[in-house]
């Protein structure tokens, strides 16, 4: 009989550890999750500001340097996804004025008549400068800032 008692005792005292015990686990799992879905979130618009960029960089290479208006279609491409600025920027905050163009003409230095081993090409940089990213879940994942998102492509001579 003593033996039911203490299987009763301690049968009384285990019923809210699961509970308890799943509220332990329950903030970091919350965490991860947040944290996850965060990093994602940053990860999709970078790789969205790459496209875009990597885009506009076609844009220009397919037309001659020190077009003015090519340019502008370019930086709209870069923002918006069309070369009319038409509709929403592709990722929030971001601006045609955070889109630097550098060509032949407007940096010749560096972008005019580069020598290779086949001869000589003519480069087109299009980067976004200082896009910064807000994190809807700043306690888990912080507001950062993607410094510098550039591609070079071979352009026109």
């Known amino acids: 009989m003593s ?3 203490t299987r009763t005792f301690i049968h009384s005292c285990q019923r809210g550890v699961a509970a308890v015990e799943f509220a332990l686990l329950l903030t970091p799992l919350i965490l991860m999750i947040f944290g996850t879905t965060e990093l994602g979130r940053a990860i999709y618009s970078y790789n969205t500001l790459d496209k ?3 885009d506009a960089s076609r844009h220009l290479s397919q037309h001659g340097p020190g077009d ?3 340019a502008a279609e370019a930086r709209c491409l870069a923002v918006h996804g069309t070369t009319d600025c038409s509709g929403s920027p592709l990722a929030p905050g971001l601006t045609t004025a955070m889109v630097t163009i550098c ?3 407007l940096c010749p230095i560096t972008h005019a008549n580069q020598l290779t081993g086949l001869g000589s090409i003519n480069l087109v940089t299009v980067s976004i400068q200082n896009y910064a990213f807000d994190s809807v879940v700043e306690f888990v994942i912080p507001d950062m800032t993607f410094n510098n998102i550039s591609t070079t492509l071979r352009a026109q001579l």
């Open 3 to 5: 033996n039911m008692k």
């Open 52 to 54: 875009t960029v990597r």
């Open 68 to 70: 003015a208006i090519i």
């Open 103 to 105: 060509d032949a003409s």
